[in-house]
């Protein structure tokens, strides 16, 4: 019984990794490995020089776009 309890327990872990993948908002995509110090509309004129090497799990902006204060990715023209 507790073998059978350890590969459910698996299993679910495997469909809820493929099922729960984050829905992204317009213009961003979800990443396997986004930066942890991404461009934004306070930092875009002045970008940070040293940003730790780690891979994150989550939404990046694309097209050219940055993330204002509300998380939304947008034109730095719109900042």
């Given amino acids: 019984m507790p ?3 350890t590969i459910l327990f698996i299993l679910t872990l495997c469909v ?6 984050p829905t992204c908002g317009p213009n961003a995509i979800f ?3 986004a930066s942890a ?5 306070k930092n875009y004129h002045k970008p940070p020089e ?4 780690v891979c994150l799990k989550r939404c990046k902006c694309i097209n ?4 204002n204060n509300k998380g939304e990715c947008i034109l ?4």
Avoid at 76 to 79: A, I, K, L, N
């Fill in 76 to 79: 730095p023209s719109e900042c």
């Fill in 64 to 67: 050219g776009r940055i993330l």
């Fill in 16 to 21: 809820a990794t493929v099922i729960c993948t």
């Fill in 37 to 41: 110090c991404p461009i934004t509309c």
């Fill in 3 to 5: 073998r059978l309890t």
């Fill in 31 to 33: 990443s396997n490995c």
């Fill in 50 to 53: 040293y940003c730790i090497t």
